[in-house]
């Protein structure tokens, strides 16, 4: 099996950039997928392969990767835009099985 | 438009079995992965395990196999998770999401959810 790792917890001021990262031996083989999740809501799709944005989700969020490791980045952070966050890739068995990152509290000051 | 909706909110006592179901529409349904993920009160998303509704091919994570039954009725574009004996500790969220997976792709994402059914399991 595999794991993603990311940070617990990370500010921004309004307006400002900020990088989300998602660590893990299988992202040197699979794309990460982020989403977004709101309090009382369903986890949203905000990332998915190499920099895809579903539709409907704006062009701040981008997505990029390096070795081990995947980010998310916002550009000019809205209020709106404070949420969880967490990471999915598939595992290294290579049999469709995926894991989650522990997510990423992203705080708007 | 795609869509998957879930059954709704359960409360079942300890050693009670369930089984809640995740209706999908607006797109082939034996043509995509469905996964489940769990989500425990005030804490990460856990994936649960999958399975594709054209074969019944069902794939879990060690962390729940033996634990849960996932299943799929084709025929009513529906899939399932089920329990034969719920704990208290399998009070949670429990989510399903359409998987893009492919053997020969580094893409994997769940690109729709369910709204989720909140599973309470007390004495």
């Known amino acids: 099996s595999s794991e993603l790792t990311q940070d617990p917890a990370v500010s921004v001021a309004l307006g400002q950039t900020v990088r989300i990262t998602c660590q893990g031996d299988?992202?040197?083989?699979?794309?990460a997928s982020w989403y977004q999740q709101k309090p009382g809501q369903a986890p949203v799709l905000v990332i998915y392969g190499k920099n895809n944005r579903p539709s409907g989700i704006p062009d701040r969020f981008s997505g990029s990767s390096s070795g081990n490791t995947a980010s998310l980045t916002i550009t000019g952070a809205q209020a709106e835009d404070e949420a969880d966050y967490y990471c999915n890739s598939r595992d290294s068995s290579g049999n469709h099985l995926g894991v989650f990152g522990g997510g990423t509290k992203l705080t708007v000051l | 438009e795609v869509q998957l909706v879930q059954s709704g909110a359960e409360v079942k006592k300890p050693g009670e079995s369930l089984k809640i179901s995740c209706k999908g529409s607006?797109?082939?349904?034996?043509?995509?992965?469905i996964g489940w993920v769990r989500q425990m009160p005030g804490k990460g998303l856990e994936w649960m395990g999958i399975?594709?509704?054209?074969?019944?091919?069902?794939r879990y994570s060690p962390s729940f196999q033996g634990q849960v039954t996932i299943s799929a009725d084709k025929s009513i574009s529906t899939a399932y998770l089920q329990w034969s004996s719920l704990k208290a500790s399998d009070t949670a969220m429990y989510y399903c999401?359409?998987?893009?997976?492919?053997?020969?792709?580094?893409?994997?994402?769940?690109?729709?959810w369910g709204q989720g059914t909140l599973v309470t399991v007390s004495s």
């Open positions: 607006g797109y082939s349904f034996t043509s995509y992965w």
């Open positions: 399975i594709y509704p054209g074969d019944s091919d069902t």
């Open positions: 999401a359409r998987l893009v997976s492919s053997s020969w792709s580094p893409m994997y994402y769940f690109d729709y």
């Open positions: 299988s992202l040197r083989s699979y794309y």
